[in-house]
């Protein structure tokens, strides 16, 4: 009997010990869970890391978990992080970027380099983005170059409106930047059309500007999302602007308030980080107050107070606040918090 038992019991544990290795098999076959992502600490602004390049920072982290949504029709969180970072990185080396917009997925990426406008676009065979840098007057720099610094001055100083060709009037300076770039990227659009990509275009400042003046001209864009974007034409060119568009504005940032309104105005349904760095359809007060206080910071009004170590520091908020970097990881965290 006790032969016959302990025979059983092995059979038992032979059947259980299968049963364990069925059961992990089986879990080896299951979908696995996504790693749990975190928001990211705000960097402590000061003079030294106001302006990029941020060489240090890492690009499009998390791509392979939160891929970039290619047929978005409407405002998706996502590619609003993803172009934010695309922003910031096109104001680095060449290389730097080609590594980093290559580690995302996007292994084709062409450089237009012309005296006071550069633009990188990068591709697979689903989608390209097309990202176009800010003023070199704002990127922090190892050589000094004279020239560009005064391209990129005549680009933004050169207020005066002149005639666009989807009707309306535009900012002079913007325009002949573009006009700089535009017979060589013109080819490569239709190229990539030609291949079934959906071209996004994005840019910070300077950048967002020419973005704007791209997208109209081109006309078949999937999207495109814009950061710290001052004014880029008038009435007319907004009633003629017909490309699914989102205009980012972080705060207090100065350059989204340039130049001034009346004759010039925005493009793209607004999107606004507010001092708590929660992204919102409004600004939480009106957007430019009559009788605002010196010491009021824009944007601010009726809110709670700042977060410690959040934007500490002795940078004045509009200048702060156009920081691309903070663009990157405010979107990423909302993103975060809301899980969409």
Not at 252 to 272: C, Q, S
Request: net charge neutral; proline share 5%; with cysteine.
């Amino acid at each position: 009997m006790k032969t016959a038992a302990n025979i059983f019991l092995k059979i038992i544990f032979i059947i259980v010990l299968q049963g364990d290795g069925i059961i992990a098999a089986m879990a080896q076959d299951e979908p696995q869970a996504l790693p749990q992502s975190a928001k990211k600490e705000i960097p402590r602004i000061t003079f030294k890391n106001l302006s990029p390049p941020f060489t240090d920072f890492d690009y499009f982290q998390g791509h392979q978990e939160y891929p970039f949504q290619v047929q978005a029709t409407s405002f998706s969180l996502i590619n609003a992080w993803w172009l934010a970072e695309a922003s910031t990185l096109v104001y680095a080396d060449e290389d730097f970027v080609k590594a980093r917009f290559s580690q995302a997925g996007l292994p084709q990426v062409r450089f237009f380099d012309k005296q006071s406008t550069q633009c990188f676009v990068a591709n697979n065979d689903q989608f390209a983005i097309v990202a176009f840098r800010g003023s070199e007057i704002w990127k922090k720099k190892e050589k000094f170059d004279l020239n560009k610094v005064i391209a990129d001055l005549k680009a933004d100083v050169d207020i005066r409106l002149t005639d666009w060709l989807q009707k309306g009037k535009v900012h002079r300076g913007f325009k002949e930047a573009l006009e700089e770039v535009w017979l060589d990227l013109l080819p490569h659009f239709q190229q990539l059309d030609r291949k079934g990509c959906k071209i996004w275009m994005t840019g910070h400042s300077l950048g967002a500007a020419l973005a704007t003046l791209c997208a109209s001209r081109y006309g078949d864009v999937q999207g495109i999302y814009t950061f710290g974007s001052p004014r880029v034409g008038d009435d007319g060119f907004k009633d003629k602007f017909d490309v699914n568009a989102y205009r980012v504005v972080n705060n207090d940032d100065i350059v989204a308030r340039v130049p001034p309104p009346g004759v010039y105005t925005h493009v793209g349904e607004l999107k606004f980080i507010d001092s708590e760095g929660i992204l919102r359809d409004h600004i939480i007060e009106k957007e430019y107050p009559v009788k605002k206080r010196p010491d009021e910071t824009y944007g601010q009004e009726n809110t709670s107070p700042q977060k410690k170590n959040s934007f500490a520091g002795f940078v004045p908020s509009a200048f702060r606040d156009h920081v691309p970097l903070l663009y990157a990881i405010h979107l990423w965290n909302n993103f975060i918090e809301n899980g969409k």
